[in-house]
């Protein structure tokens, strides 16, 4: 028998709060037999959503913190000043072993400052990085980091392909997952100089199956399963790719329902555009984990509604039932001691 995973979710986190964030957390907990939901957040909002569907009581708890980090506040300085914030009193839950991960909506920079603050690495990892799964047309590719270090080290990108490639074999089920590194060209005499530098040392991994070097317009195609980048390449090409898959599936359906003609074809092409429209769509593949840190963080758009937040607790629960830490700490332990 599975082992019972317990998520405890930021109520308060996200534009869409708590609304879309209970909702979204109550759909995983139908589709999860072993799973406990905690929810974090202001007494009487969430008590008032709660009271809006039918659910197992004894797999559904709740904790108030009656204070709320918003997305424009220093982050650092709201980790330490806001102990009864949604996002403080879930994350030191995590660290107690009270949970099994962490999901939040909420600021970005609090939940990454909190990570690390409060929930602290594991041993070997110089830095976690954000890492969310980005849809191709081959199924899923890995990025790794977008959001958590914009500048960095060489040494941090092999720790992040490891990182990756552990999370692609275990959790998406992809044997040996291809590890590419962004750059501007295919050769490895290309690129800048974090780039040249950590090439390689990629190569010397042998535990690794490096690909050598991604251009940004292979990546749709899933040329690569784990793409290495720095933040700040990451995050642009994250940025880039939701908003290109926004655009493209609104002038679709712009054109499908702009002449009548263009209405019957919709209609006897509905099924098969649905189902590429989805495919594309990457709120059904949860949030960016923050690989690295002694419990599971995962962070979730700002704008995420139900579906997100139902997938992003799904996705806990698969890491934490394939102990992704443990493989992530005897692997990194042995290597380099944190910088």
């Known amino acids: 028998m599975s082992k019972n995973v317990r998520v405890v979710v930021d109520a308060m986190g996200g534009d869409n ?12 907990l139908e589709t999860q037999k072993n799973l406990t939901i905690v929810f974090v957040g202001r007494k009487k909002p969430l008590e008032a959503e709660l009271k ?16 709320v980090i918003e997305m424009s506040e220093p982050p650092v300085a709201a980790i330490k000043h806001k102990k009864d914030s949604s996002i403080v009193v879930g994350l030191k839950m995590l660290k107690n072993g009270e949970a099994d991960a962490f999901v939040s909506a909420g600021s970005t920079g609090a939940v990454l400052a909190g990570g690390q603050l409060i929930v602290g690495r594991l041993g070997g990892v110089s830095r976690p990085p954000l890492a969310p799964l980005i849809p191709t047309s081959t199924g899923v590719s890995l990025l790794i980091d977008c959001g958590a270090n914009v500048d960095a080290r060489a ?15 275990h959790v998406v089920g992809i044997e040996k997952p291809r ?3 962004v750059n501007i060209g295919a050769e490895d005499e290309k690129g800048n100089a974090l780039v040249k530098e950590t090439i390689p040392l990629l190569r010397a991994c042998p535990e ?26 990451g995050n642009v090409i994250l940025k880039l790719f939701e908003g290109t898959c926004s655009m493209l599936m609104r002038e679709v359906k712009k054109t499908l329902l702009g002449s009548f003609r263009s209405k019957l074809g919709a209609v006897l092409i509905k099924p098969a555009l649905k189902k590429t429209l989805t495919n594309f769509d990457a709120s059904q593949y949860g949030g960016a984990p923050m690989l690295g840190l002694k419990g599971l963080v995962v962070k979730t758009h700002g704008s995420s ?35």
């Not at 709060?17 to 995983?28: D, F, M, N, R, T």
């Not at 809006?52 to 204070?67: M, S």
């Open 17 to 28: 709060a708590p609304g879309e964030i209970v909702k979204g957390a109550l759909q995983a």
């Open 52 to 67: 809006k569907y039918a659910y197992e009581a004894g797999r559904v708890e709740t904790v108030f913190a009656e204070e």
């Open 155 to 169: 040494s941090w990108l092999v720790q992040y392909a490891k990182m990756g490639s552990i999370y692609m074999k």
């Open 179 to 181: 590890v590419a590194i």
């Open 208 to 233: 690794l199956n490096f690909t050598g070097s991604i251009e940004a317009r292979d990546i749709p195609y899933g040329r690569a399963d784990v793409i290495v980048c720095e933040a700040f390449v």
């Open 305 to 339: 509604k139900a579906v997100e937040v139902k997938h992003s607790v799904i996705q806990c629960v698969n890491f934490s039932r394939q102990n992704i830490n443990e493989k992530i700490s005897r692997q990194l332990s042995a290597g380099t001691s944190a910088e």
